[in-house]
């Protein structure tokens, strides 16, 4: 499949962007899906993950913006800290930056797996394509993810004339947690998410608990770069531990537990008053990989047996 273009999208400022698949024939009141891509990627990513063929077969608007970039500093020694095994694959990476870093002078540019860096009293420097979920705007250039996204589904919404009620999010990593977000402070705007290998940080409920919302949450328990455990020293719970707590604000009754493939277990959580239910797919032997997808990192195995795509979108056709 081709990459389509980027439009443009003015935010405080900045022009930020983001690619679109309209169907040939999208009805008014058409659902609207957004799709987060992970860090250090882009939209050209999520472009095809496979929403654009649903898009045209089920009628609905598909939308893949960019996120902006933060500036990241790597220490040499930085990978010495990483202990935990399942998080070898970022330790070795860590390592491999750390020791290109030690090879080049304060000023000299590398490019390393396809990130560039700039060597800088002693550090690694490079700007890195990240959602900004825990509205570090400082970091952005002044760019709120929230306000991003929710001014441009408000757009889309008018010039598309798509459905206020049926506007829904989804997101890989960085984009899982950046759709935590979304639905923790603008859901009025985003009514359902789906997170793929993503996690939230506690600090998004600051303002006060989410609403009760739909949520459909994918992860492997070998996902080596983000621990399907959390990281509790970084306020970052458990994949099992969020998907409990969205339950028990919508007040679910007693889980329905399905083995739904060799490896993946599914979890569902339903409302007593027949409103917002959750989906938990834990995966064995799986990891940061997106299930169905084809895969660019042959050491990162999809053992899931599921397509994410099809069943994020059966989720959210059925709200």
Partial sequence: ??????????????????????????????????????????????????????AEKHGFLAVYPQSHHTRSRIDQDSYKNITDEKLASMRDWLKAVSEKTASCKDGEKFSLMGTDFTREDGAAVTFTNKWNDTDEDNLFDGQNDVVFLTSLAKHLQKEFHTGPEKTFVAGFSNGGYMSYSLIAQARDIFKAAAIVSGLLHKRVFRKG???????????????????????????????????????????????????????????????????????????????????????????????????????????????
């Fill in 1 to 54: 499949m081709s990459i389509d273009q980027d439009f443009i999208f003015e935010n405080n400022g900045l022009n930020r962007t983001y690619k679109l698949y309209q169907p040939k024939n999208l009805p008014d009141n058409a659902p609207m899906v957004f799709l987060l891509h992970g860090m250090t990627s882009s939209s050209n990513w999520t472009y095809i993950t496979g929403f654009n063929e649903l």
């Fill in 209 to 319: 608990p989410p609403k009760p919302t739909p949520i459909i949450h994918f992860h492997g328990t070998d996902d080596s770069m983000v621990p399907i455990e959390g990281q509790g020293k970084y306020d970052i719970p458990s994949a099992q531990s969020i998907v409990e707590y969205f339950a028990n604000l919508n007040k679910s009754v007693t889980p329905e537990t399905t083995q739904v493939t060799e490896n993946a277990r599914r979890i569902i959580y339903t409302s007593e008053d027949g409103g917002a239910a959750v989906h938990y797919y834990r995966i064995e032997n799986h990891d940061h990989v997106w299930p169905g997808r084809p895969n660019e990192v042959k050491k990162m195995i999809d053992n899931s047996g599921l397509n994410a795509t099809e069943l994020i979108w059966d989720f959210f056709a059925k709200l």
